[in-house]
């Protein structure tokens, strides 16, 4: 059964959801992925939107308490400092330009960007979910283009 279903178109999207919801990963790696599966480019490319889009509420509603929870365990208060040193590193920009500069941020499609970090970066900053969610979703479908131009510059490269 699992075989059927991965082989399934549904069971590739789902892939391609999951995948572009992940830290790191987001939709640089579920775009091409998608491709790689086969599936057609519009569907693969609002799938990857609709999948790196979910974590980003939760994070900027539950990101500032899971930090001081990690805070208070010794064994996880230095990743906790890690990661808020990393967001304030990221911040100087979107502190500057507030808007622009999450949406910038978020859209450029290259390690240590995108929603997730966004998301720890309008938290770190106390941005309202209301500037933070629209402008980091404008952000996701700038990077979403920009891969997916990448991918299909690359895969008629190689010929696929």
Known sequence: MPIEFASSDLGRYLTVFITAMLPVLELRA???LGASLGLAAIPVV???ILGNMVPVPFILLLMRHILNW????????KLADQLEARAHLKSQT???YRWLGLC???AIP???TGAWTGALVATILNMRLR???PSIFLG????AALVSLATAGVFSFIGL
């Open 110 to 112: 290259l390690p240590g």
């Open 104 to 106: 910038i941020l978020v």
């Open 131 to 133: 500037d933070a969610v």
């Open 46 to 48: 609002a799938t990857s």
């Open 70 to 77: 990690m805070k208070g365990i010794p064994r996880l208060a």
């Open 30 to 32: 579920a775009i091409p």
């Open 94 to 96: 979107v502190k500057k």
């Open 140 to 143: 996701v479908c700038i990077a």
